[in-house]
């Protein structure tokens, strides 16, 4: 395996690692874009002269390079999301159960709910603090394992093997934080002795819980990455790197747009299905003056690999093949965006970066998923393409991806961008 596909999939680690919530995904791609002359505005400042900027708003991220660009220059966007399913806590979370303190949880989008049992559990997101009159955001992780929620014993659950786990979110996902009894606050202080803050001044909070085991590579051959979010933290690390090598352009206007909501329908503030992008490319990229029918959206997320275990679940004349190369994605009822004219744009940058590319379509007698290709597409009236790579394990707190499909989504992205 070439040397540099390695240490993109190390680099995919290390940036997933980063990111155990969306702020902090936010975070580490703007400290990336940074680091590579982006400066970072404000949605409500003033329009600057072409450069390379950035706006954060929450868990979502809009990126540019419009220095040395035409003002009616297309558009070249990259889309992917910062969310992936987890665990959140409530707002008043502290509760006892049989001599243990718990807290409370609701699931966030679909999660594999078995997957988060038996796993030593760490915390993080953002508090919202009191500052003078007003109020301050403070991103917060404890990467100490606070927490777990253990299974119940094979013993008092015979039939677990044969019937299958049923798990009710209200009754058997309390994470277990020690023997004893919790008090009104417990967790709330906490959260704020993590983040160094006073725990009177905490109004909110928005935290999750991960999975503490980190990141690598595994595999006879180490050429699997083994990591929670990799849907869709690969796509927000591809899609960065790949601004990044674009802002040296002279072309199109490579932007990177990373959402939060995905996998709860998009439909929010910092989401695909709401005017974020729109605005923000209308004040501050000129958006009425660009040619809509060169101008196009990638939306990258992750995609369904053929399971060995289960290929009756995939259409046949479709596999995908873990580490294969990037993945198209088709759907005749649009959950995909994916037309005739942005496959075949994709098809030839895949040539010119040498990248095999591979199509999903799902089985015509399953649903399919869908991304936020469709939302995009719809707002901005752009033609959208939805594309990704292939993964095993998706909405488990711990996917398996390829090793070397990162670094060929990254190349595919650099071209499409240019
Ligand atoms: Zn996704």
Known sequence: MPVTDTSSALDLCRFIDSSPSPYHAVQEAALRLTAAGFTELDQDGAVPAPGRHLIR????????????????????IVGAHTDSPNLRLKPLPDRSGAGCRQVGVEVYGGALLNSWLDRDLGFSGRL?????????VV????????????????????????????LNPQVHLSPVLGPGTAQDGDFAALVASAAGVDPGDVLAFDVMFHDLTPSRLVGL????VSAPRIDNLLSCHAGTEALVAAAEGHGPVPVLALFDHEEVGSVSSTGAAGPLLERILRHFVGLDGRPTGDSIVFSVDGA?????????????EHRILLDGGPVLK??????????????????????RAGVQIQSFVSRSDMACGSTIGPATAAVLGIRTVDLGVAQLAMHSARELCGSADPARLRDLLVVLLA
Do not use: C
């Open 330 to 351: 088709f759907n005749a009822r649009e959950r995909y965006a994916t037309d005739a004219v942005g496959a075949g744009i994709v098809r030839l940058a895949a040539e």
């Open 221 to 224: 051959e180490e050429d699997m």
């Open 304 to 316: 369904h690999a053929t399971h060995p275990n289960y290929p009756e679940r995939h259409d046949p």
């Open 139 to 166: 991103l917060v992780r404890d990467d100490r394992p606070v927490a777990r929620i253990p299974q119940l014993a094979v013993h008092l659950d015979r039939g677990v093997n044969d019937k299958g786990l049923v």
């Open 57 to 76: 708003s929450g868990g979502a991220l809009i990126a540019w390079a419009d220095e040395g660009r035409s003002p009616d220059a297309p558009l070249r």
């Open 128 to 136: 919202v603090v009191r500052n003078g009159a007003g109020t301050r």
